[in-house]
């Protein structure tokens, strides 16, 4: 296993972020060629999976232990935008299955040994419903169960699995680690958007999980990880939650920005019902507006709540409770803004937008399809964030 030895050196960090942004932005044309084909496939190529490898992209919040880049979550946000303007299924695989190095890097050494001793391009799917039936045993737990939502499983070697423990009338839950010998992928995914993101179902039948390859949500709220022991770097002390949420909010951002592309084009290339241009219809440029004023926001909130995240654990200071809940429910409301500024203009996009392979209609059923992840749900989230400004205690560990 070769290790990296460059430590924190600003200089040595640039020359790496710069290496990867380039090696990714090389790819994008092919993400583009190949994004019908990996919707028909129902899952991303092993083509496309390998070149991101090859790429470093997979290693962008991977500890410089394994051979990782130790980047900052900005820089993992803005990677996730560039892919997912040329492929939106490809864009979501490289948020979550990206985001699994930083939890990883949480777990006991010997967790971390297992998935990357060998190989530090070894990836790992996830689906962290509370799903599994638990029961503990000696050294550890028998875990079995179905969870579903796993996207760009194909590709990985490991998984990491949601399951409530109960101990004494306490309930908490935990993610345990499990190696691809000890479940079956069932193939599910026949879904109205994001076909391509192949996020089928996990199946395990009764198997050993060690105590060591599982995580403690209450370890990842308090910042009294394992991984602590082997991993000083202050990126690590940022709450494992806040994370997590920007993986499956983040690509959806550029879902909006391809109907808005769409519609610029149909309206300056199209006519409406009479003999005026749509480029000049007062409705179609106040939609417009809106919608880039929207993609505007959310970014910039993105990146400032990200970098504000790294300015404080970089200054050794606690992240405020205020501020975790507040991004928490941030990052919740990505995927709703996205389809309040969609759906006007969906509506007016035209008869040709109702027959099947239309881009623009595909665009936003990919959004739908989105924002049914239950963490783009903000309901809860938002009243969490409402109570906590009243001066009433945050309600939410996963944060």
Known sequence: MALTTTGRDPDAKAARRQAVYSAVEALLPKFREREASTRQQRMLPAQSIAELKQAGYFRVLQPERYGGLELDPADFGRLVLMVAEHCA????????????PFQLALYDQRAQEEVWGDDPDTLVSSSYAPMGKVQRCDGGFRFSGRWGWSSGCDHCEWVLLGGLIFDEGDVHYRTF????????IDDTWHAMGLQGTGSKDIVVADTFVPEYRTHHQMDGFNLTNPGYEIHDNPLYRIPWGQLFVRAVSTAPICLLKRIVELRIDGAKNQ?????????????TQE??????NTIDELETVLFRNMEQLMQCVENDGEIPMELRVRNRYQASIVVERCLEAAQPLIATAGGRSVFLGSEIQQAYLDLLCSRSHVANNPTSFARNYGAVLLGQDNSDVFI
């Open 271 to 283: 006519h409406s019902g009479d003999p005026t241009k749509l480029a000049a219809d007062v409705t």
């Open 89 to 100: 299924a490809t864009g979501w695989v490289c948020g979550v299955i990206g985001i699994h």
């Open 287 to 292: 939609l417009l507006a809106r919608a880039s």
């Open 177 to 184: 680690l499990v190696p691809r010998s000890d479940y079956e």
